[in-house]
């Protein structure tokens, strides 16, 4: 059986209101463990993301005070960047690298596409490594290598040793 994104995706999804400040959006990120929020309209309407990485590279190495800036201001993914629950994990891996994103959000192929369903992001694809087929090995290779890369500022283009035994040029 093939394994599809619904399959990897982390089910807990928390979310934050647009108009907050970004300083309310890291203490929730603190309280539940998490490294994104989805971000809501008035309406509860997804609209984008808001991750770590936006906090530290958009408000704190600029010393903008964080309770005077909203998630609507600095939250990626804007529009929002989804992918069906029924995807296959190349599919999402691809869309990764494409749209050069860490977080993509699942949504309901089946009721309600507007539904979000969960998220997955390059930590989901360590996870799973060993589960997946063959064919998928590949392309998580290359995030997990592009994601590597852009933590520790090297070349996506060099080689990485996974401890699988599978290696990336």
């Known amino acids: 059986m093939t394994m599809t994104i619904s399959d990897m995706m982390s089910k807990t999804l928390e979310t934050?209101?647009?108009?907050?400040?970004?300083?309310?959006?890291?203490?929730?990120m603190k309280e539940k463990g998490v490294s994104s929020l989805v971000v809501l309209d008035a309406h509860g309407k997804p609209q984008g993301l808001i991750t770590e990485r936006d906090l530290v590279r958009k408000v704190c190495v600029n010393?903008?005070?964080?309770?005077?800036?909203?998630n609507k201001e600095i939250m990626s993914s804007s529009p929002l960047i989804t992918i069906k629950a029924s995807s296959s994990v190349s599919e999402a891996a691809d869309m990764m690298l494409q749209y050069n994103v860490r977080h993509l959000l699942i949504i309901d192929d089946k009721d309600n596409a507007d539904k979000p369903l969960g998220i997955i992001t390059p930590v989901d694809f360590t996870r799973y490594q060993k589960h997946v087929a063959d064919e998928d090995k590949e392309a998580i290779q290359k995030v997990l290598q592009k994601d590597m890369a852009s933590e520790v500022g090297i070349s996506s283009s060099s080689s990485v040793h996974f401890e699988d035994g599978l290696e990336s040029s």
């Open 16 to 28: 934050i209101q647009e108009m907050a400040s970004v300083q309310e959006a890291a203490k929730k």
């Open 63 to 70: 010393g903008i005070p964080t309770s005077a800036v909203t």
